[in-house]
C-alpha cells in the first residue's frame, strides 16, 4: 500500500463525559494535557521515522473534545502537528473536532493561524431537554454563537453532527431540529443513529429498562425525514450517514471508506499503514509512560490478510453511495470480485440491495435502508 495521506490526532479530553460516548475519553480536570502533548510528538516522531509520509491530502483532530485546550496548549499541539507534516497539499482539508460553546475567539485564532479550515460541531439535537438527557454540556444558543464565531474568525467549511434515536425523541422533534440546524447554513452533515455501547450509563440503563429508546419504526421515519429534507435543502447524501453541499465531502472520512492508508496517533488511536492495523493503549498514564520509555505505545497491531482487505473493500466503499468499482478491486487485488464475492453478489442483486451498472456495483434504496443486512453478506 501507499504511504498513508491522511492523518488522524486523537485528543482524549472532554470537559464532560456523555451519556453515550465510549470512545477514549476523560473529563480533562485534573489530567497532564501537557505531557499527554509532549507524548503525542515523540509519538509521531517515532512513526514518520519508520514510515515518511506522502504530501498529506486531510487532516484530522477529533477526541474527545479538542476544543477544551487552552490557546497555549492547542498551539502547542498543532506546532506539533506542523513540524512533522509540512507537506500538505494546496488543497487539504484540516478539520478539528469541538463542541458549542468552547470555542471561543481567542481559540479559535488559534486554530485559524493553525491551518485548521473546517470545524465539525457536535451539535446532536437543538432540543434542550434532549441535550440534558443525553449529557451534554452545551446549550441550543451555543451552537449558532459557535457557528457565526468560527466563519468570523475566517474558518467557514462547517460540518454539522445530528443523531436520532434519542431517549422520548419523536419525529416532529427531528424535524425542528433539522429546521434549525439547516438556517445556519453549515456545508456538511454527519447523521448518526445512537447506539447503545457496552460500559456507557445509557448501557447501565438499558440494561434496567430505563432507557426509554424510540421503536425501529419511529427511527426509520427520522432517518428518512432526514434524508427527504436534507435533500430537499440542497444537502446531497453521499454516504450512509453523510450529506454535504457540492464539494464540501469529507475527504479525511472517505480515507476510512475508500479502505486508504492513515496515521492514529494518540490514546485509543486507529491507525493503518503499509496494510498493518493498530489501535494504541488507552489510559493516559499508560500512553505516555510507554512513550516516555521510547516504545510505541501500541495496544494491538496485526498484518490485515488479503481476504479481510477484499472484505472491507466492499464493507466499507458500498457505504458510498457512488459505490466500488470492479475495475478498481481487480488492479488492487489481482482477482475479479465476482470469484471471491459471487455468490454474495447475486444473493444482494436477486435481493434487489444491489444494482450493478457496468463497472459499478452500489446499493439501491433498498439496500440503502438494511446496509447492515448487506454487509454482513460480505464476510466470510
Not at 496548549?73 to 482539508?93: C, G, H, S, V, W
Not at 465539525?120 to 440534558?132: D, I, K, V, W
Not at 498493518?276 to 498514564?285: A, D, F, L, M, P
Request: some cysteine; overall charge negative; hydrophobic content about 35%.
Amino acid at each position: 500500500m501507499t504511504p498513508p495521506k491522511a492523518v488522524y490526532i486523537h485528543i482524549p479530553f472532554c470537559a464532560t463525559k456523555c451519556h453515550y460516548c465510549d470512545f477514549t475519553a476523560y473529563v480533562v480536570e485534573g489530567q497532564p494535557v501537557d505531557d499527554y502533548l509532549d507524548a503525542l510528538a515523540k509519538e509521531i516522531e517515532m512513526t514518520v521515522r519508520d514510515a515518511p509520509p506522502e504530501q498529506l491530502e486531510s487532516i484530522f483532530i477529533g477526541g474527545g473534545t479538542p476544543t477544551v485546550l487552552t490557546p497555549v496548549q492547542m498551539k502547542k499541539m498543532l506546532d506539533i502537528i506542523q513540524t512533522y507534516f509540512p507537506e500538505r497539499a494546496p488543497a487539504i482539508e484540516y478539520t478539528m473536532e469541538a463542541n458549542p460553546g468552547t470555542t471561543t475567539p481567542e481559540l479559535l485564532a488559534v486554530i485559524r493561524d493553525g491551518g485548521v479550515n473546517r470545524l465539525s460541531f457536535g451539535a446532536q439535537t437543538f432540543e434542550p431537554h434532549l441535550l440534558r438527557e443525553i449529557g451534554r454540556s452545551h446549550g441550543v444558543s451555543e451552537i449558532a454563537t459557535s457557528v457565526k464565531e468560527a466563519r468570523t474568525a475566517g474558518i467557514s467549511n462547517i460540518s454539522l453532527d445530528l443523531m436520532f434515536g434519542l431517549p422520548n425523541q419523536s419525529l416532529d422533534q427531528m424535524r425542528d431540529t433539522l429546521e434549525r440546524a439547516v438556517a445556519l447554513s453549515p456545508d456538511h452533515f454527519s447523521c448518526y443513529s445512537l447506539k447503545v455501547e457496552e460500559g456507557t450509563l445509557f448501557y447501565h440503563l438499558e440494561e434496567r429498562g430505563q432507557l426509554p429508546l424510540p421503536d425501529e419504526e419511529v427511527e426509520y421515519g427520522m432517518y428518512q425525514l432526514i434524508r427527504d429534507y436534507l435533500l430537499q435543502q440542497g444537502y446531497a447524501q453521499y454516504e450512509v450517514s453523510n450529506f454535504s453541499k457540492q464539494g464540501r465531502e469529507s475527504k479525511h472520512n472517505s480515507t476510512y471508506w475508500k479502505n486508504e492508508s492513515y496515521y492514529g496517533f494518540g490514546a485509543g488511536a486507529h491507525g493503518y499503514v503499509h496494510g498493518t492495523r493498530h489501535v494504541n493503549v488507552k489510559g493516559i498514564s499508560e500512553y505516555v509512560s510507554r512513550i516516555d520509555r521510547g516504545e510505541r505505545p501500541i495496544l494491538q497491531q496485526e498484518k490485515i490478510p488479503l481476504q479481510e482487505q477484499m472484505e472491507n473493500y466492499f464493507i466499507l466503499g458500498l457505504r458510498l453511495l457512488e459505490g466500488v468499482s470492479l475495475q478498481q478491486f481487480k488492479q488492487q487485488y489481482g482477482q475479479p470480485a465476482d470469484h471471491v464475492f459471487g455468490d454474495a453478489i447475486e444473493t444482494l442483486v436477486n435481493k434487489q440491495f444491489l444494482r450493478v451498472e457496468g463497472d459499478i456495483i452500489r446499493l439501491t434504496e433498498q439496500g440503502l435502508l438494511f446496509g447492515n443486512d448487506v454487509f454482513v453478506q460480505f464476510l466470510y
